[in-house]
């Protein structure tokens, strides 16, 4: 089955340290990645995203996600956390071969920036 | 501004009521989307439709009817509520190909 999984459902890194949020997928064909942030109360916005090409891909408000093909993940990074990231992260998933514009969202992750 | 719209915003009503929430993209795109988020933040596709024919139709029970007069609008009928469709309610819009979502705000259902 064709799934996205996001391991921690929390992640708490101090202001100003480095920050990762995992994400691990398992689709048939190549896949088109995504992740997304949701604030309180708001709507998911879309971060960045890997369709084909270098496998770090930069998106909005300093995140990076790199693309590994070979451990199947896409973890999203970012140099130096901010207390105004603190938000609910998704990654999700298209696979190559849907013929639908079919995403599977993970789980989410809740991360926790501390002052 | 261009966005996803949805209304309306929250939505409290009692068990076997029918109601509707509607959706307006004013962003171009082909493709609209109903998807649904329960207590513990999980996310659920219901509906896709693309230039107003429905292609994804989700296992959802049959009380759930989408609707889309036109390219930019995608509205979702519930019929006779029940307690476990309380959830939130995003609607959401890409153009054709490999491109992310816009999401509108979230309908918050509530149903006593």
């Known amino acids: 089955a064709q799934s996205v999984a996001q391991p921690e459902d929390q992640v708490n890194v101090a202001e100003g340290n480095p920050l990762t949020v995992k994400c691990t997928y398992s689709?048939?064909?190549?896949?088109?990645l995504f992740w997304y942030v949701q604030y309180p109360n708001r709507g998911l916005q879309f971060l960045l995203k890997y369709i084909t090409g270098d496998n770090l891909v930069k998106g909005s408000y300093g995140f990076e996600a790199e693309f590994n093909k070979s451990q199947t993940s896409f973890h999203l990074k970012k140099p130096s956390a901010l207390v105004s990231d603190s938000a609910l992260y998704f990654c999700a998933v298209r696979p190559s071969t849907s013929g639908t514009y079919k995403y599977i969202f993970g789980t989410g992750t809740r991360l926790k920036v501390l002052a | 501004d261009t966005a996803v719209s949805q209304t309306p915003k929250y939505l409290v009503t009692q068990m076997g009521n029918d109601k509707s929430i509607k959706c307006e993209q004013n962003l171009g795109h082909d493709t609209m989307y109903w998807y649904k988020q329960d207590s513990k933040k999980f996310l659920k596709i219901m509906f896709s439709y693309n230039n107003k024919e429905l292609i994804i139709n989700e296992t959802v029970p049959n009380r759930f009817s989408p609707k889309s007069p036109d390219k930019a609008h995608l509205n979702l009928h519930i019929n006779s509520l029940e307690l476990g469709d309380s959830a939130v309610y995003f609607c959401?819009?890409?153009?054709?190909?490999?491109?992310?979502?816009?999401f509108g705000s979230g309908t918050r259902l509530t149903v006593v």
């Open positions: 689709v048939s064909g190549n896949p088109y």
């Open positions: 959401a819009s890409s153009p054709t190909g490999y491109y992310g979502y816009t």
